[in-house]
């Protein structure tokens, strides 16, 4: 889509802001307003919209993309996105620890079991951890903690976290991320430890550096939102 408008601002709606694009108010491809909380949030996106040039690009408008999906998918869905949230701690990356070499296994207590530990004690939602790539069964009371917890987050808070969790493989490292527990830099490099201890030992291909590099852009955009939200 080329750029079909010449100025962008920021506006007051109700108690919201709203983004105009020269003097029409952004709506979302479903054809809803899209009223954002805070005026900050409003002034990110609008951002985002004033920085494309002749092609509109929304790939990577990621936070336009996020408040877009919570006002036409989530919020129409928002039970079926719980469930398919909730559903990443029955098999949780950071629950699923190297038989061998040694030397994996200890990094990996060693940047996982933290996370772990704040869960347990946040969301009173102990995860247990085994060696292998064996589904183990997690106990339902942890589940069923961490299911409250996801249904806890208003429609914005709920896409980003269903955003981070996505991409991290981890509902823990997405929480941890969304509660200001950690860093999308700091997730991301807890996500894809397996795949670093690999690179160390055979390299990295140029289409891994891309996909990891789109990865990463998306998470500090999800956690810039999140800060937003908050004004």
């Given at each position: ?15 919201g802001y ?15 307003p899209l ?116 249904a806890a ?79």
């Open positions: 889509m080329r750029r079909f408008y010449k100025s962008v601002s920021v506006r007051p709606s109700g108690s709203e983004v105009m694009l020269d003097t029409k108010p952004l709506r979302t491809p479903a054809r809803a009223v954002l909380p805070t005026q900050s949030l409003a002034e990110a996106i609008a951002a985002e919209w004033a920085e494309q040039t002749d092609e509109i690009r929304p790939a990577v408008m990621h936070r336009t993309q996020l408040a877009v999906t919570a006002t036409d998918r989530v919020a129409p869905n928002r039970e079926s996105v719980i469930d398919e949230v909730a559903a990443y701690a029955g098999t949780d990356l950071l629950c699923y620890r190297a038989e061998e070499p040694l030397s994996l296994a200890e990094r990996q207590h060693a940047v996982w079991q933290p996370y772990l530990d704040w869960c347990a004690v946040t969301f009173d939602a102990p995860l247990l951890v085994t060696r292998g790539i064996i589904h183990k069964a997690q106990p339902e009371v942890a589940l069923a903690a961490l299911r409250r917890a996801v987050e208003d429609d914005l808070r709920l896409t980003a976290l269903h955003t981070a969790t996505a991409a991290l493989g981890s509902l823990v490292l997405g929480l941890a991320m969304i509660h200001g527990r950690t860093g999308p830099e700091e997730a991301f490099a807890a996500s894809v430890l397996d795949e670093d201890f690999q690179i160390e030992r055979w390299g990295e291909d140029a289409e891994a550096t891309r996909r990891r590099a789109a990865i990463l852009a998306e998470l500090v955009a999800v956690a810039d939102f999140v800060r937003r939200l908050s004004g």
